[in-house]
């Protein structure tokens, strides 16, 4: 019976060691991951892009996706040799933001050689080439230029101006957003006899350039400026010091409206010094990875994902818009 009690009492020790060191096993071992997914972002160049990439990187981990992430700091060869590398280390899923539209062919055929299935995140590419991408995840840029315009308009007609020049600050020559901003605000006003447009000039969407590009137009049109129509906040945060060292006050005597909504110019449009922000979301990743997990599982995916924005302006009361984290 003593023999029966010791073995009993040497097996119970001994199942609660097992189990004491198979739960820290288990809590020492990270889950596999689910997927690993590469992906190339365009740069650092505003407070849109570094609050897409901090929600792509939450949104991994969110997500279990292990995630190799590539900062091209606005070189298109720097994202063609990320995408490159992806393909060598035999990722699942690619996705990238274009910094701009076309050179994308060579690198996206050998992704799909390689069975790769490539997402689009934020911006777009020009191919006339079938089946090189699988789904685009990113804003409606058309829309904001024609709500941006809209805006223009409404502001035009409360203020009864009979004639408005216009000049724009564009974000990086031949990127979709500013194809297609540009394309939705000039459409919108064409009609309009009152609308002149003085001059459209490159900023790159980078904050010293916007203010460059302002500088150069003040000099050249001065006080016949009634409207800055920035591409996105950076460059329009980059021209308001410009134009108030020229000593005209922003949001009064120029008219001033700008796209993406960070919290940033959300903060002078509360002051006045800007008068609309489109908002063009930064917060992708949750699409984003839901997106590759159905491709990984070879799932169907939606070829167009739009993320729902709005427009805050001096039209609304502006100390109601929550922060934006961004
Ligand atoms: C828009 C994005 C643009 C932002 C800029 O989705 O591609 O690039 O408007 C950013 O701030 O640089």
Redo the contacts with the bound molecule.
């Keep these: 019976m003593k023999n029966m009690k010791k073995i009993v009492c040497i097996l119970s020790t001994l199942m609660l060691v097992l189990c004491t060191v198979g739960c820290s096993v288990n809590e020492e071992q990270p889950a596999e991951p689910r997927l690993l997914l590469g992906f190339s972002q ?1 740069g650092s ?5 570094i609050g897409n990439t901090k929600d792509i990187e939450q949104a991994a981990e969110d997500y279990g996706v292990s995630l190799m992430f590539e900062n091209a700091n606005q070189k298109q060869e720097n994202q063609i040799d990320a995408i490159r590398r992806f393909i060598a280390y035999k990722v699942d899923v690619i996705a990238f ?1 274009p910094i701009v539209e076309e050179g994308w062919d060579n690198v996206l055929n050998e992704a799909k050689e390689a069975g790769i299935p490539v997402i689009l995140v ?2 777009d590419v020009s191919t006339d080439a079938e089946g090189l991408t699988r789904c685009l995840i ?2 409606d ?1 058309y829309k904001e230029g024609v709500m941006a315009a809209e805006y223009l308009i409404r502001k035009a007609d409360s203020l009864g101006l009979d004639k408005v020049n216009i000049v724009e600050i564009t ?2 020559e031949n ?3 500013m194809r297609q901003r540009q394309a939705g605000f000039f459409d919108t006003i064409k009609g309009d006899d009152r609308m002149v447009l003085l001059e459209s000039i490159d900023g790159d ?1 980078l904050k010293s350039r916007g203010a460059e590009c302002m500088r150069s137009l003040l000099g050249k049109y001065g006080d016949g400026i009634d409207v800055v129509f920035s ?4 460059m329009t945060l980059g021209a308001l010091p410009e134009i108030e060292k020229a000593g005209y006050v922003p949001g009064t005597d120029m008219i001033i409206i700008s ?2 909504g960070g919290q940033e110019a959300i903060d002078v449009l509360k002051e006045g010094r800007i008068n609309c922000v489109v908002e ?1 979301t ?1 917060k992708l990743g949750k699409e984003l990875m839901e997106t590759a997990l159905k491709l990984k599982a070879g799932e169907e995916v939606e070829p167009l994902i739009h993320p729902v924005e709005e427009v805050f302006s001096d039209e609304q009361d502006t100390s109601l818009i929550a922060p934006r984290g961004y």
């Design positions: 365009v160049e505003s407070a849109w892009r933001s934020d911006r990113g804003a840029f974000g990086t990127s979709t957003p969407f591409h996105n906040d950076e796209i993406d063009c930064p």
